[in-house]
T-cell receptor
Framework: GQNIDQPTEMTATEGAIVQINCTYQ??????LFWYQQHAGEAPTFLSY??LDGLEEKGRFSSFLSRSKGYSYLLLKELQMKDSASYLC??????????WGAGTKLIIKP | DGGITQSPKYLFRKEGQNVTLSCEQN?????MYWYRQDPGQGLRLIYY???????QKGDIAEGYSVSREKKESFPLTVTSAQKNPTAFYLC?????????????FGPGTRLTVL
């Protein structure tokens, strides 16, 4: 079966750095997405990785290792508004998105 | 502004009643999707449509129906056959299905069946 694993919840301090991990086992791979979702709202796109390595976009970076079936989202200089759930999703061989359950990130002052 | 709208944001229905959730987009996207989100679970695909007058079942299509008569609109009907319909429903669209384009989401409809 297809499976995506993320930690259920993480806590970090304002101004700090946090790394949210995602491991996946899917039938084929056509890229990995990270989305941010504030409570009760729609997910919004953060990043897309299809090649190994690190993609940096402002305070957010995303890393992919296809051989290890592993990705992480790195958030720097955390702000209170970063409190949200972060969803990892993999595009499988049929170009269907397989979603993880999401990681709820709590930022404390 | 371009985007996706879903209405209503909150919906209450009695058990045994069918209910239709609206989804409209003005992004000129070909592909549209319906997801269900339950606490502690990832998004699960109900139905998707790659083009007008065509749609495909997702992983959890039982108890749901859709139509795609216009490019802009992809309504979802939750029928009385759906055993556990209370959930957060998200509609999304992308330029085209079967490619790497990101999906854009509507604000969601929270359905509660009493």
């Amino acid at each position: 079966g297809q499976n995506i694993d993320q930690p259920t919840e993480m806590t970090a301090t304002e101004g700090a750095i946090v790394q949210i991990n995602c491991t996946y086992q899917t039938s084929g791979f056509n890229g990995l997405f990270w989305y941010q979702q504030h409570a009760g709202e729609a997910p919004t796109f953060l990043s897309y990785n299809v090649l190994d390595g690190l993609e940096e976009k402002g305070r957010f970076s995303s890393f992919l290792s296809r051989s290890k079936g592993y990705s992480y989202l790195l958030l720097k200089e955390l702000q209170m508004k970063d409190s949200a759930s972060y969803l990892c999703a993999v595009l499988d061989s049929n170009y269907q998105l397989i979603w993880g359950a999401g990681t709820k990130l709590i930022i404390k002052p | 502004d371009g985007g996706i709208t879903q209405s209503p944001k909150y919906l209450f229905r009695k058990e045994g009643q069918n209910v239709t959730l609206s989804c409209e987009q003005n992004l000129n996207h070909d592909a549209m999707y319906w997801y269900r989100q339950d606490p502690g679970q990832g998004l699960r695909l109900i139905y998707y449509s790659q083009i007008v007058n065509d749609f495909q079942k997702g992983d959890i299509a039982e108890g749901y129906s859709v139509s795609r008569e216009k490019k802009e609109s992809f309504p979802l009907t939750v029928t009385s056959a759906q055993k556990n319909p209370t959930a957060f429903y998200l509609c999304a669209s992308s330029i085209g299905a079967g490619d790497i384009n990101e999906q854009f989401f509507g604000p969601g409809t929270r359905l509660t069946v009493l």
